[in-house]
């Protein structure tokens, strides 16, 4: 596996001297702000695109904003710091990216220094070619809006997911997915679910307990009623509408589309990844790559541009 250099502050570093001091907020409390994002490969142009960059943007500041960072990072700072870590790298393969705010003072209230880091590294599918994962519903419940927002993308509220993820695996499936206080289902541990029930995509509201991510809004913008002519509808979904769905598949800038195909032991229509689950991963993924040239507004080409 490729060791890419990260970039912290305006440096290239090895893995290993990019460091934290144990004292800053950063470390202690997981006060961090941070986007997941993938860039790919385009073999044909001879070009790294990286998909809804200016929505990756969008939401980190959200996020800055809701964790009261004193240095809200711009999109400028935030672009340029995406194309120094891969020319820096000489990336010219699918590449995914941690992208990380946080704090440097110490203690519960810091809100400054602020720095700014992006991890490159190679990541995988998460299913396995050709199989979905074996998932369960929870006993560990989505923390809610009013306690740990969901919708806000910190370090801190993945132990939620960590702690439902490890229940999950000592059980013996793949991945859990949460329901939050309502009772009603939220996402998986990083990456929102839809399900297929009666022949029509159905995903929950973002009210839900969920992140606001911007792969359910690709595949509800367009993916699925204007490329493929599917509705989705996003409404609250019981526990039980899991077990007798047809299809059902994570979403995300990680997981991309990833199939379920069991959950709680319940086969999800033939136990087979689906026909709607294949259709919207082919889209998806001839759209991010700028296979299928449509939207070119959310392909950012970071190679060319850095190159020439
Ligand atoms: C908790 C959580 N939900 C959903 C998602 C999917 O969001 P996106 O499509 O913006 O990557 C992620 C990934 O970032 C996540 O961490």
Redesign the pocket.
């Known amino acids: 596996m490729a060791d890419f250099k990260i970039w912290m502050n305006g440096r290239l570093l090895p893995q290993d001297q990019a460091v934290l001091p144990v004292n800053s907020a950063a470390v202690f409390y997981a006060t961090n702000v941070f986007?997941?994002?993938r860039a790919y490969w385009n073999a044909t142009d001879g070009e790294l695109y990286a998909f809804r960059l200016a929505?990756?943007f969008a939401?980190l500041r959200e996020s800055m904003k809701m964790m009261r960072f004193s240095v809200p990072y711009g999109d400028d700072d935030l672009f340029e710091a995406v194309r120094a870590v891969l020319a820096g790298n000489g990336v010219q393969e699918d590449v995914h990216m941690h992208m990380v705010a946080y704090v440097l003072g110490a203690g519960m209230d810091a809100t400054s220094p602020t720095g700014l880091y992006i991890n490159p590294r190679q990541r995988g599918r998460l299913a396995p070619e050709g199989r979905g994962l074996a998932c369960c519903v929870s006993s560990w419940q989505r923390t809610s809006d009013n306690a740990i927002p969901?919708r806000l993308?910190c370090g801190a509220?993945?132990q939620n997911?960590r702690l439902a993820l490890l229940q999950a695996k000592a059980d013996g499936y793949d991945a859990p997915i949460f329901l939050n206080r309502d009772g009603k289902v939220a996402?998986?541990?990083?990456?929102?679910l839809f399900m297929v029930r009666k022949g029509r995509v159905v995903t929950p509201g973002t009210a839900s307990d969920?992140?606001?991510?911007?792969?359910?809004?690709?595949l509800i913008e367009d993916v699925c009623p204007g490329m493929l002519g599917l509705d989705v509808a996003e409404r609250d979904i019981d526990r039980t509408e899991l077990y007798v769905a047809e299809e059902a598949f994570f979403?995300?800038?990680?997981?991309e589309i990833t199939p379920i195909t069991s959950i709680d032991r319940f086969p999800l229509g033939s136990g087979e990844i689906g026909p709607v689950t294949r259709a919207i991963s082919k889209v998806y993924m001839g759209l991010v790559r700028g296979v299928d040239t449509q939207h070119p507004e959310w392909r950012t080409p970071t190679y060319k541009a850095v190159t020439v």
């Open positions: 986007e997941g994002l929505d990756h939401r969901i993308k509220n993945y997911g996402e998986g541990t990083g990456a929102t969920i992140l606001e991510s911007i792969t359910r809004a690709t979403c995300g800038s990680g997981y």
